[in-house]
């Protein structure tokens, strides 16, 4: 089986041993009967290939027609879900106790994904989310508290930057938001009134675009100098810095690590 478009040429694929070409296209049912037609593909191998697909299918519970109800326990299920996503975020630092965060505390809580928290990836890497809880919605619930002014201006900071990027396809991922700068005299203060500082670095990936080096799996010149000020002014006070990869694969931390206390790996943790 093909990944989505995949391949160039549909009898050479079938040679190959390709039983199933995805999504499937006119042009390549064409290509495959003329092959036949012309005696460049056997209908042997075409007659193994339909075999082993069909095969696949005498197994299904649709052709063996198993009952099911149709009615998933989707509560029990949203609970599996969220146990798993949890108990799939990996700790890569976490230098004298930084995490978990002491309770209570006032959280000085940085990054766009902060505030709009990248669930899934795209394509078959998205699925239809009933909510998406976002990580002051859930630092909030867990009793913590955030710098309100902070949060109100990242808010309008990201809903302004999605009205003014160009238009995407539906199937296509949208150029990311970028970060919200803040004034080093406005970092002091938050480091002054807060109890810890966390950061959040976002990153999507998915169907049809590779990531790139620069400012995808390298962090952004700015996003390099913005926790270094963070840690700074924070640091300067006796209190810590936490990062959260909210991340859908490999990113650098070699430039940066040592500038902050722990460093959570995330994933893209759903809904």
């Not at 040429?9 to 999504?23: F, S």
């Not at 965060?101 to 669930?119: C, E, M, Q, R, T």
């Not at 809880?133 to 809903?159: N, P, W």
């Not at 970060?179 to 002091?188: A, C, H, T």
Request: charged residues 25%.
């Amino acid at each position: 089986m093909t990944d989505w478009f995949g391949g160039s040429d549909a009898v050479e694929q079938m040679k190959a041993g390709n039983d199933v070409l995805m999504p499937g296209f006119l042009a390549q049912t064409n290509a495959i009967v003329k092959a036949i037609a012309a005696g460049k593909l056997s209908k042997q191998q075409l007659d193994l290939n339909v075999e082993r697909v069909l095969n696949i299918v005498l197994e299904s519970p649709a052709f063996k027609k198993i009952s099911y109800s149709n009615q998933p326990n989707l509560v029990e299920n949203a609970q599996i879900g969220r146990e798993a996503a949890s108990e799939g975020m990996v700790l890569l630092k976490n230098d004298d106790h930084a995490l978990p965060l002491a309770d209570p505390a006032k959280v000085a809580l940085f990054g766009n994904s902060s505030y709009d928290l990248i669930a899934g990836g795209t394509g078959s890497g998205d699925v239809n989310k009933k909510y998406i809880v976002s990580m002051d919605q859930g630092l909030t619930a867990a009793g913590f508290t955030l710098d309100e002014s902070l949060k109100k201006r990242y808010v309008e900071f990201i809903a302004d930057q999605k009205v003014k990027r160009p238009k995407t396809p539906w199937f296509l991922m949208p150029p990311p938001v970028p970060e919200m700068p803040i004034e080093k005299e406005r970092l002091q203060q938050l480091a002054n009134e807060a109890n810890v500082a966390l950061v959040t670095i976002g990153r999507n990936s998915g169907e049809f675009k590779d990531r790139a080096v620069e400012n995808d799996f390298n962090l952004s010149n700015f996003e390099r100098d913005f926790i270094g000020n963070v840690s700074e002014a924070f640091h300067a006070k006796g209190k810590k810095v936490v990062v959260v990869l909210n991340v859908g694969g490999p990113i650098e931390m070699a430039s940066w690590r040592a500038q902050v206390d722990a460093v959570l790996l995330a994933w893209l943790p759903g809904q």
